[in-house]
Every structure is written in structure tokens, then in C-alpha cells.
T-cell receptor, first 109, second 112 residues
């Protein structure tokens, strides 16, 4: 059974600082790993998808890496802004999509 | 990516009643997924809905409580039956395509 863990559970940083969010998973037999953003009371917005054959993906200020052998993915957000405040979820996709508990991010102006 | 319209966006319901949540996708998809997110928690998969067959439920979820319909390749409903305050959650539908999973905007359910 896949288990996904996200550390830290919460993170508070001043505006402009880089963010590093960690995700680990127990079963390396995944098709892909996907990072999402969730604003309070809302649905999920997909940020980045990393296929199992890829090592990283980039979109603007976001960069996500994937190391299947060690069961880890990291999401980097450069030069954080108050608008980046949200909960970030990683999902490991095997036979189904299994989520971590999320990292709640607060970027202070 | 697919675009999913989910409704209602929120509702407040009396205990013992039922609520049906609808998801409409702008393209044909083989599988649709229903998730529950309890307050302060992450998402948990309720069931996978395939067109033309019974939904497949995850451990801890049963058809009598969460009946699902999938009449065609673009539409699905989830009913939360005989509700209690413990059913207060956000319910989300999702589809998978080549570029990953896409989620509806969610239904915020409060049971009083």
C-alpha cells in the first residue's frame, strides 16, 4: 500500500525567500508524481506533473524533482510571493493517486 | 487538460437527508474518481467510476452510503446518503488524462 508523506506540515517565510517542499513515497512503482496547489475551501490546481521516466519539471518559478529510487520528490518555489500562500499537495500515481498530508505555506509580506 | 464542472459548490444539509453531487467533463474520459477531504485532512479516494459498470469502492466506503452513477463518458454523480455531521467534508471529482489528474472545484458539504 502506497504511503505518501509531506514535510514540513506547515511553513512560514518572508516574501522573497525560496521555498522547499518535500514529498516521500514508499512504493517506487509509480507512473508519475503530481504537485497540486489548494486554496482554502477550494479544489486542486495542478502545478507540475513528473513522469516516472523524468527527473524534473519546471514551470516559471516552480521546479519539481523526482528520485524514484529513493522515493522522493521536491518542489522548489523561487522568490516566494504572498500569492503563493496555499496548501501544496503531492500525489503519487500508481494504480490510483495517493496524496500526502500537504504542506501549508504562508508567505508574509 | 479537461475542464470539469462540479455542482453544487457548497450546501448545508439536514442530517438524515441525501445530497447528489454532479460532475460534467468537457471531453470523454474512461475513468472518473471521487474523493473526500475531511476538515484539515488530505484527500481520500472514495471510488472509481467507469462507464457501463459498477463503481469500485475503496476500503471503508460502501455503495449504500455513496452510490455513484456514470451514465456516459462525460458525466458522473455521487450521492451522500443518510447524512450525519461526520459527512461534513469537501467532495471532489477527478479525471486522468495524459497530462495528469484534473480536479473539479469541489463541493463543500456541511451537515447540521
Amino acid at each position: 500500500k502506497q504511503e505518501v508523506t509531506q514535510i514540513p506540515a506547515a511553513l512560514s517565510v518572508p516574501e522573497g525567500e525560496n521555498l522547499v517542499l518535500n514529498c516521500s513515497f514508499t512504493d517506487s512503482a509509480i507512473y508519475n508524481l503530481q504537485w497540486f496547489r489548494q486554496d482554502p475551501g477550494k479544489g486542486l490546481t495542478s502545478l507540475l506533473l513528473i513522469q516516472s521516466s523524468q527527473r524534473e519539471q519546471t514551470s516559471g518559478r516552480l521546479n519539481a524533482s523526482l528520485d524514484k529510487s529513493s522515493g522522493r520528490s521536491t518542489l522548489y518555489i523561487a522568490a516566494s510571493q504572498p500569492g503563493d500562500s496555499a496548501t501544496y499537495l503531492c500525489g503519487a500515481a500508481g494504480n490510483k493517486l495517493t496524496f500526502g498530508g500537504g504542506t501549508r505555506v504562508l508567505v508574509k509580506p | 487538460s479537461a475542464v470539469i464542472s462540479q455542482k453544487p459548490s457548497r450546501d448545508i444539509c439536514q442530517r438524515g437527508t441525501s445530497l447528489t453531487i454532479q460532475c460534467q467533463v468537457d471531453s470523454q474520459v474512461t475513468m472518473m474518481f471521487w474523493y473526500r477531504q475531511q476538515p484539515g485532512q488530505s484527500l481520500t479516494l472514495i471510488a472509481t467510476a467507469n462507464q457501463g459498470s459498477e463503481a469500485t469502492y475503496e476500503s471503508g466506503f460502501v455503495i449504500d452510503k455513496f452510490p455513484i452513477s456514470r451514465p456516459n463518458l462525460t458525466f458522473s454523480t455521487l450521492t451522500v446518503s443518510n447524512m450525519s455531521p461526520e459527512d461534513s467534508s469537501i467532495y471532489l471529482c477527478s479525471v486522468f488524462e495524459g497530462d495528469g489528474y484534473t480536479f473539479g472545484s469541489g463541493t463543500r458539504l456541511t451537515v447540521v
